[in-house]
């Protein structure tokens, strides 16, 4: 009796240590495409604090219908725990399109974004609800769509001339999927979203995971994943890992005249007591664990300006200040970036990539290296006079969901995935 139950014993161990060491295999055997960890920076437009952005248009876009992600079952184990590890999919080079949308900070309570006072219209315009944006999600997720690093499209070399220069990587990605870029601008929590329906800020859980806390329309504090564009989309590459290329997010485009991510570690000259020193510092230090868990969980990060500013505007030394205390306050704390996302989405390339004027070749020197704006489709332009690339995002906001159903068919279709807590006085196009 006791010699039977000894031996079903060996066998069971035997039985996970090959189901493990097989998982083990599996693992190894995948060698997808590297993910540079370096952040971009970037700037896109402020929605609601300045609704003057918009960009031209851009070229070619194209994206071919993929089958939809296979998952496979963990193997059945009997007593042993084994964590379901489904197998790699062989990758293949892709040289097509590269999709990339963005967004901004997701509303998390319409009924106070959408309360009829003086923000209501922006918000409509510029942000998408929690409701829509985990719709689009899936239903992006569903199309076929892998999410990549803005790092990896591009890189830099040396020319025949000696000169640097960008070109365009061959991806390496799971056969049948479509890569996509997601980036997502000013996610300060300024100060004027505090009221209207917005978390307050990312947190670490006592899980040591990233969390959002803020207050409900009732004024209690919620701890949640389920209301940032930042933990829902965590939320969602768990649950679908096949979503993601290396377990890569997305590129988090930050300013710095109220902070980061919800702390306000931006010096105040106005305000330069003991106390608001002492506080800076303390804000510095809460936030600091955060941008470490952010970036060993696939997010990276891209400047968005210091002051949200329009880059067309005003003189040389303007933008050459914006950038110096970008690097000092906001760099200081991300880490190193190349990535550029333009404040209202207005470029420094003439609108069809064609100008380098002063303040671009000064952001290339300055290390920048990819400059993102927002156009009507995917389009990217390798700039040959300077070291840098040039490109559109598409924007996934009330705006285009009201307006734009047909374009951003590909991703998503508005007519199913738009929030009915919309304000009906807008109108919508379908
Ligand atoms: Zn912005």
Known sequence: MIKTKLLKMLICTLLGLLI??????CRKKADPSDTSGAPPASSDENPVNNPEDTSPGSLDSAQEEASSPETTEPPETS????????????????NGIVEHLFFHEAIAFPQLAFDGDSGQSGYDEYMVTVDEYKAMLESIYNKGYVLVNMNDVW???TTENNTQRMKKNTLMLPEGKKPLILSFDDISFYEYMKTDGFMDKLIIGDDGEIWASGRDPNGNTVVTQDMTVVTILDKFVKEHPDFSLNG????IALTGYEGILGYRTQYDSKNDTPEARIMRKQEIA???PIVRKLKETGWYFATHSYGHIDLNRGSLSRVQTDAERWLDEVGSLVGETSLFIYPFGSRLD?????KTGPALQYYVELGFRVFASVGIEA???IKTDICAVVCDRMHADGGTLRRERNRYMIFYDAAEVFDPARPAVYGNSW
Not at 20 to 25: E, K, L, N, T
Request: with cysteine.
């Open 79 to 94: 007593q042993f725990p084994v964590s379901p590890v489904s197998p790699e999919p062989d990758l293949v080079p892709y």
């Open 155 to 157: 890189s830099e070399y």
């Open 350 to 354: 003439g609108g069809d990539g064609s």
């Open 286 to 288: 809460r936030v600091r």
């Open 248 to 251: 890569v997010k997305g590129c």
């Open 379 to 381: 389009y990217s332009k």
């Open 20 to 25: 493990f060491c097989g998982a083990v295999s």
